[in-house]
């Protein structure tokens, strides 16, 4: 199961896609629990800083824990909302991209320390971020028709 923590923009559109995203962690991992966290910019920075000596904000960080909660997921909607702009995306798709993209890493793909993996990760993370963001919006589109009726 999927579960949003903490506190920011985006949260209310990750509670909306949670089963969605249960759905990827259940092929990719298995019937398992991760916490999605949204967090500040200076805790994201502070947490890259003592976990991976990089001192600087990022968008996620995935950390894999193997107990009742599988991993967590910290995903900080300021960076992820500069990235968006920086890369002509929409704050809501590079949301996605980011936390389909921490699922991947705890169910074991890599780009930072091997290559083997890279592509078959980049690829499924491209294929489940478009079937999330194609849910996300029919979903506004449900929203936008029952509010006519």
């Not at 798709?93 to 991947?104: A, M, P, S, T």
């Not at 592509?119 to 029919?138: D, G, I, L, T």
Request: net charge negative; aromatic share 10%.
């Amino acid at each position: 199961m999927v579960e949003i923590l903490g506190e920011g923009k985006g949260k209310e559109i990750l509670k909306s896609l949670s089963e969605k995203l249960d759905e990827i962690v259940k092929k990719e991992i298995g019937n398992v629990n991760v916490n999605v966290i949204l967090v500040s910019k200076d805790r994201i920075k502070k947490m890259n800083k003592e976990f991976r000596r990089e001192d600087f904000s990022t968008d996620v960080l995935t950390f894999p824990l193997f107990e009742e909660v599988y991993g967590e997921i910290y995903v900080c909607p300021d960076v992820i909302e500069e990235n968006a702009k920086n890369y002509y995306n929409t704050f809501e798709r590079e949301l996605i991209e980011v936390v389909v993209h921490g699922i991947l890493h705890l169910a074991g793909y890599d780009h930072e320390f091997e290559n083997k993996g890279t592509k078959e990760m980049f690829e499924k993370q491209q294929r489940y971020a478009e079937e999330v963001w194609n849910e996300w919006k029919s979903s506004l589109s449900e929203d936008t028709d029952q509010e006519k009726t």
